[in-house]
């Protein structure tokens, strides 16, 4: 991108999804993904190694230095004059195997847990290509990022887990009502 880009409640100016009953949305309107898996995806998908670039996962952001571990849910950044915050894991659909040409990306992003985490906006701003990502609250350090994706890719939460992920400000409203519902009928 040359320039600045709007950042709106709805996503970035210019952006638009086709089906927005599953993209898009206040909890869903800028996806980021890390750089550095495309090193992995190149190693274990090397027919694809040319379509491995930024954008290439259907991310509006691809950023440098953070990965999946290094971040928790509500977590909120600030990058440019915007304020996004962490709200929920990108869930693949056949969209990623399509543009790929290949059904099994779908299965290895879920398997390898490189999802890439959806923002949203907390104050609207503008962006830059190669604006820094910095952390400006953490208000769930306790509840990785990464074991939220854990959780909505294979199930398995604790009790504890779930009483968390039902009250959490910060995650998206969909996975709370999830959570509270496997809540009231908890089988350990």
Same mark, same amino acid.
């Given at each position: /991108?040359?320039?600045?880009?709007?950042?709106?409640?709805?996503?970035?100016?210019?952006?638009?999804?086709?089906?927005? *009953? #599953?993209?898009?949305?206040?909890?869903?309107?800028?996806?980021?993904?890390?750089?550095?898996?495309?090193?992995?995806?190149?190693?274990?998908?090397?027919?694809?190694?040319?379509?491995? #670039?930024?954008?290439?996962?259907?991310?509006?952001?691809?950023? *440098?230095?953070?990965?999946?571990?290094?971040?928790?849910?509500?977590?909120?950044?600030?990058?440019?004059?915007?304020?996004?915050?962490?709200?929920?894991?990108?869930?693949?659909? $056949?969209?990623?195997?399509?543009? $790929?040409?290949?059904?099994? /990306? #779908?299965? =290895? /992003?879920? *398997?390898?847990?490189?999802?890439?985490?959806?923002?949203?906006?907390?104050?609207?701003?503008?962006?830059?290509?190669?604006?820094?990502?910095?952390?400006?609250?953490?208000?769930?350090?306790?509840?990785?990022?990464?074991?939220?994706?854990?959780? #909505?890719? $294979?199930?398995?939460?604790?009790?504890?887990?779930? *009483?968390?992920?039902?009250? /959490?400000? =910060?995650?998206?409203?969909?996975?709370?009502?999830?959570?509270?519902?496997?809540?009231?009928?908890?089988?350990?």
């Amino acid at each position: /991108m040359d320039g600045p880009v709007k950042v709106e409640s709805l996503g970035l100016a210019g952006d638009e999804q086709a089906d927005l *009953r #599953v993209h898009g949305g206040t909890e869903k309107p800028v996806y980021a993904y890390a750089h550095e898996h495309c090193a992995a995806w190149s190693e274990e998908y090397p027919e694809h190694r040319e379509k491995l #670039v930024a954008g290439a996962f259907g991310e509006n952001l691809t950023v *440098r230095g953070i990965l999946e571990r290094d971040i928790c849910i509500g977590d909120v950044h600030r990058i440019g004059t915007a304020l996004l915050q962490v709200c929920q894991p990108r869930q693949p659909c $056949f969209k990623l195997a399509l543009f $790929f040409n290949d059904n099994r /990306m #779908v299965k =290895g /992003m879920v *398997r390898s847990g490189r999802a890439g985490w959806y923002y949203r906006v907390v104050q609207n701003g503008e962006i830059n290509a190669g604006d820094e990502v910095r952390l400006e609250e953490r208000p769930h350090a306790d509840f990785s990022f990464e074991r939220l994706i854990h959780i #909505v890719n $294979f199930g398995k939460a604790s009790a504890d887990e779930l *009483r968390a992920m039902a009250a /959490m400000t =910060g995650l998206a409203s969909r996975l709370r009502e999830r959570a509270s519902a496997a809540l009231s009928s908890f089988q350990p």
